[in-house]
């Protein structure tokens, strides 16, 4: 993005340095529809060089958690910036929305979504919560503090949990269960200050919910995120569809596994061995071969998919491998200004580790491919619709794949693996998500009853056929390890829901490869200019989470699994 507002050489420092530009918005006057677009314009470039500011801020932080410097840097933004942003944009929100100007531009696409936004932004703040966001935002940052610092030894060696869980795909049982038993003790030493910390977050969305006029913090949250096309019925709805549709996908898959591998019990610790006996599928051997196989393999679906992983890797927009000290999980960071986003995660070597390539791939396409929009604003798509992108792409690159594995037994191996694992996420997606809906309704709850509410919602989404007999603790703290609870409330379901679409488009790419294709880029393209069902129009696939159409969509994907 080229800077026409702020000098080329502005850095974001301090609030004193950056308050000008806000005020200098503020106090502009507008006397035509051209000169409220360059509002906007300037406006809109202001938010990308702070947005993108505070994105580095973050991604230095999460690669090297224990790095007091950069924690301090992040949370200096955090702290000192950004609560004095906030006041400031309400007062920017509410002169846009009272420009006469704007009438001409409410009809425009991309500015209806965006003054629909603006709007929800008024609604929505208020000064006292201020403070409460920077509480919270420091809070869930320690989340990622506890899990970047847990780490196991074994044999001698000191692993990260990521390095760690490729061992549960050991064909050694008695390996396996040492090594899941000492990655769940080594969490669970950790479970009180998680639950004290979860306690704490809680408290503080509850005061941000009421102190905003709604009962609970799931009605606020589902306004803030911009929820306008479904509500938590909807979501409602979706659980039960998945309980009926997919729950007993999982079962038959549990009850095969279990007679596949010759055993009396099926244990936590046998779910992710080859079923078969043969040793784990190794997809890459290092952070750099990974990078060059899935650079191969997007040139071959689309050259221009290569060219985007390519331009992040010159630009060093890249940081694949695990290591001690790094946060959990895996994201892609759009980079509102540079317009080439960052790629985290953790590598070691497995299948998995390949597919969150694929997916991160995907919203880097995305972030590529919306870039050319006008406004920053036009950018931000929601998440149904971000996750629509990196799903997609993880089953529409299955078409390369031998990029990775050599043999045709292993490529069908690690397809089949692929989508054993959708089946898997689907119901997984909805105890989560479920989960939290009980979560901000009872928001007084106690600890205990947190407990019985996971045990009785984690039941009836997971298959009976797993024993979990001896692991009752472990049971009932595994929601802990689901980042999504502690930094990103409410933002899951997503998932299920874009997980879904994704099997459409991959539908859609099975039956015509161009058109499938097509589709798929012409969605990506709208950024946030159209509503999310019309996005998923524009890929020829339907938003709908009825159990009719998740019973068509399910079948597609048992027909491909045993076509494998």
Not at 68 to 94: C, G, M, T, W, Y
Not at 216 to 230: E, I, L, S
């Amino acid at each position: 993005m080229k800077r026409n507002f702020l000098p080329t050489t502005f850095k974001v420092t301090t609030w004193e340095a950056l308050k000008p530009y806000f005020d200098t918005l503020l106090s502009r006057e507008i006397n035509s529809r051209e000169e409220l677009v360059q509002w906007f314009k300037d406006n809109s470039e202001l938010g990308a060089i702070v947005s993108e500011d505070m994105a580095w801020r973050y991604i230095k932080m999460t690669c090297d958690t224990e790095n007091e410097s950069i924690r301090d840097h992040f949370n200096d933004f955090v702290q000192n910036i950004q609560p004095k942003i906030a006041p400031i944009s309400d007062a920017l929100n509410k002169k846009a929305i009272e420009i006469p100007f704007l009438k001409e531009l409410r009809k425009e696409e991309g500015y209806n979504i965006m003054i629909r936004e603006i709007q929800k932004e008024i609604d929505l703040f208020r000064e006292e919560n201020i403070p409460l966001f920077t509480d919270m935002q420091t809070e869930s940052q320690k989340y990622g503090q506890l899990n970047g610092a847990m780490s196991i030894e074994l044999d001698g060696e000191e692993l990260t949990m990521q390095q760690a869980g490729v061992e549960l795909q050991s064909t050694d049982r008695t390996h396996r269960e040492k090594v899941y038993r000492l990655m769940a003790d080594r969490r669970l030493k950790d479970k009180e200050t998680l639950d004290a910390l979860f306690d704490k977050l809680i408290a503080i969305r509850h005061k941000i919910a009421i102190n905003t006029g709604f009962k609970n913090y799931r009605d606020y949250k589902f306004k803030a995120m911009g929820r306008f096309d479904y509500t938590a019925k909807d979501c409602f709805a979706m659980h039960d569809s998945i309980a009926h549709e997919v729950v007993p996908m999982l079962n038959k898959m549990a009850k095969n596994r279990k007679t596949t591998l010759g055993i009396n019990t099926l244990k936590p610790w046998d779910k992710a061995v080859d079923p078969e006996g043969k040793p784990a599928l190794k997809a890459f051997e290092s952070g750099n071969d990974l990078l060059q196989k899935s650079i191969a393999c997007f040139n071959r679906i689309d050259p221009y998919f290569g060219e985007c992983l390519t331009t992040m890797d010159k630009m060093g927009h890249l940081d694949l491998e695990s290591r001690k000290g790094k946060a959990p999980g895996g994201y892609n960071y759009p980079l509102a200004e540079s317009g080439v986003p960052f790629i985290f995660m953790n590598a070691t070597s497995t299948l998995r580790d390949m597919v969150t390539l694929m997916h991160e791939g995907g919203h880097a396409v995305h972030a590529f491919l919306a870039d050319k929009l006008e406004l920053n604003d036009f950018k931000n798509t929601p998440s149904e619709v971000a996750e629509l992108a990196s799903m997609s792409m993880e089953l529409i690159s299955m078409d390369a794949w031998d990029e990775f594995f050599e043999t045709e037994e292993d490529l069908k191996r690690a397809k089949r693996e692929h989508l054993e694992q959708l089946i898997e996420t689907l119901p997984w997606v909805a105890t989560i998500d479920k989960y939290q809906h009980w979560i901000y309704e009872h928001p007084k709850h106690t600890q205990e009853e947190r407990e019985q509410a996971w045990l009785t919602i984690f039941s009836s989404f997971s298959d009976t056929i797993t024993n979990w007999e001896g692991l009752d603790v472990n049971k009932s703290y595994m929601w802990q390890k689901q980042l999504h609870l502690y930094e990103v409330p409410f933002y899951y379901i997503e998932y299920g829901m874009a997980q879904l679409g994704a099997i459409a488009v991959w539908k859609n790419y099975k039956e015509d490869k161009t058109k499938g294709l097509a589709g798929y880029k012409a969605a990506l393209e709208l950024g946030y200019t159209k509503t999310i069902p019309e996005i998923y129009k524009a890929a020829n696939i339907k938003f709908d989470f009825s159990r009719g159409y998740i019973k068509e969509l399910m079948a597609f994907v048992k027909e491909e699994l045993e076509a494998i």
